[in-house]
């Protein structure tokens, strides 16, 4: 047994003599290799959130397959916050993100896809207080260089003149291996008070999804003065104000800033929500429309309107109620009535508007077309029409929150008393605010329901207050199964409607996007009535559970007493 344990004992001191001889020929081999890291800018300890300065030669361009990396046994972490890379100097910021040891020892150096490519000679050890530095926003740079003065550009999507356009400095990027300073005080933001939590995987997923403007954030503040206060925080960062409205009939400032490509979006929303918790920030998301083409085997092309009772009696009814759509724009044919029509595009000047087929649908699904058989459910109506969908590459069209902001705004101001909203896209807390601001004001919102590729309803339909809407068809089935949750508040019909196109022709049409404009009709039909859920509840017909149930809401929306 001694004998055993005597040739284990040297068996494994064998073994590591040859792990040594190997690791010492590595670090020669890379070193003919040219890549070579000579010295580090610390010799005593770094914190997480502080900047790595990596000297020496060989270093080449930085690669999606070159990366910076931190080792321990045979754990490898990734510095993905690369702020410098050349030749011979890297500078690089330790991520908060990852669960790096307070006084572990990692050895530092760069592989090209899963091979090492420079010496394993140099290690870095981190601190035994990690104080866990916030790396954009919690300091700024250690002496502002002098301020080159430029003018901020008025957001076009404004319905109102620009009160103020302070001017707001650039600042150059860090030096590669300057030190922060002492933490400065934080933004005095207070007049929105605290929005609700957004989970941090919630970003993340976002960012991944790509349903987002590129390198923008959106902040709403209560005023100028604090979106002013906005701008001196993060210009400190090189971050810069793209754009900034004051949407006075919502009483807020709605400011997008411009991330520089040193940073992700995703790490700015998150770093911001810490250095200011009641700060209302998000990514500037898209949104799509909820609608899909069909082709009907039903013998009549307006079932629709014997499915919901509605006859002359409802047609001829004069609602005194203006009826907002926020959508792609509505086509200016003859076949659709205009004089009912207030139309404004909120796009800016060189965006490529959205074809207009479905706002034209939704139009003739309201104000009808007796040219195509199309009877309309309120042909009498005024419909206020914002146009904010555009044309992208490759045909997607799509809007983004920033400009439904601005289109309720407008809504607001011309005094629209219902509206519709037929797309969907991620929970956005500048829009929720928006929308919560609308609601306090007694204007009914209505949405179509939807559901996303992870099968989670979308918003502004899931939001408390919203009116949500999903579609049914002939046979009062679901248009789709996934659509439901607690949330849901109406059925209506929403399979194969007959409805126009831009060009007039009439065609089948699909989706939740044409069953929300049928419950925004109805509560057009209540007039001076209280707009609640508890004026129409009453008058549907139960499709589901006995009540209220996450498949069908309160039902299928009759409207036999509505016209008074």
């Given at each position: ?186 933004m ?10 957004v ?43 793209k ?14 800033l ?17 250095s200011?918790?009641?700060?209302w ?11 899909a ?83 309309g ?18 045909n ?17 101001e ?7 909203l ?10 929720e605010?928006?929308i ?74 699909s ?54």
């Open positions: 047994m001694l004998k055993l344990r005597k040739n284990n004992l040297v068996y494994c001191i064998k073994m590591f003599a040859v792990f040594v001889i190997l690791q010492l020929l590595s670090i020669n081999a890379n070193a003919k290799n040219g890549v070579v890291i000579k010295k580090l800018n610390k010799t005593s300890c770094y914190d997480i959130g502080e900047y790595i300065g990596v000297m020496g030669k060989g270093f080449g361009k930085t690669s999606p397959t070159k990366k910076l990396v931190l080792q321990a046994g045979a754990k490898r972490h990734v510095i993905t916050q690369i702020k410098q890379w050349s030749d011979s100097e890297i500078s690089a910021q330790l991520p908060t993100a990852l669960k790096l040891g307070k006084s572990h020892s990692y050895i530092l150096g760069i592989v090209e896809g899963a091979r090492w490519v420079s010496n394993r000679d140099k290690r870095i050890v981190l601190c035994d207080t990690v104080k866990q530095i916030t790396p954009v926003f919690k300091t700024p740079p250690p002496t502002p260089p002098t301020p080159h003065r430029t003018t901020l550009t008025a957001n076009p999507n404004s319905t109102q003149p620009e009160e103020s356009k302070p001017d707001v400095p650039v600042v150059s990027r860090l030096g590669p291996f300057q030190q922060r300073p002492a933490p400065v005080q934080t005095n933001l207070n007049g929105l008070g605290a929005p609700p939590s989970d941090l995987e919630t970003n993340k997923n976002v960012a991944k999804s790509k349903a987002m403007e590129p390198n923008e954030v959106v902040v709403v503040t209560a005023t100028l003065d604090e979106a002013t206060a906005l701008a001196q925080f993060v210009q400190q960062y090189n971050i810069r104000v754009r900034r409205s004051n949407y006075r009939s919502l009483q807020l400032v709605v400011t997008v411009h991330i520089p490509g040193e940073y992700t979006t995703a790490d700015v929303v998150q770093q911001l929500r810490e200011a918790p009641e700060l920030v998000d990514f500037n998301h898209r949104y799509k429309l909820l609608d083409d069909s082709r009907s085997t039903l013998d009549s092309k307006n079932w629709v309107y014997d499915m919901l009772g509605w006859t002359e009696v409802h047609r001829d009814c004069q609602p005194r109620r203006k009826l907002g759509i926020i959508d792609t724009g509505i086509a200016q044919i003859a076949l659709i009535e205009q004089k009912n029509i207030k139309h404004k595009s909120l796009l800016s000047q060189g965006v490529k508007p959205a074809k207009m087929n479905h706002g034209t649908a939704v139009a003739s699904l309201l104000l009808g077309s007796a040219q195509r058989n199309i009877p459910l309120l042909p009498n109506a005024t419909v206020y029409s914002a146009g904010i969908f555009r044309e992208r590459a490759e997607q069209v799509d809007t983004t929150a920033e400009l439904i902001i601005a289109a309720l705004n407008w809504m607001v011309e005094q629209v008393t219902v509206i519709n037929s797309f969907g896209g991620p929970h956005n807390l500048a829009v605010i928006a919560g601001r609308v609601l306090e004001k007694g204007i009914v919102v209505v949405s179509a329901a939807g559901i996303d590729e992870q099968d989670e309803p979308l918003y502004p339909a899931a939001q408390e207050g919203v009116i949500a809407v999903r579609a049914i068809d002939a046979g009062g089935k679901p248009f789709s199964k996934k659509i439901q949750g607690d949330y849901i508040d109406f059925s209506a019909p929403g399979v194969d409607l007959w409805l126009l196109n831009e060009k007039g022709d009439g065609r089948y049409l989706g939740s996007s044409f069953a929300a404009p049928i419950v925004l009709a109805s509560y057009a039909l209540l007039n001076n009535n209280v707009s609640t859920n508890d004026s129409l509840k009453n008058t549907v017909r139960d499709l589901g559970e006995s009540g209220k149930d996450k498949h069908f809401g309160w039902g299928l929306i009759l409207v036999h007493d509505l016209c008074r």
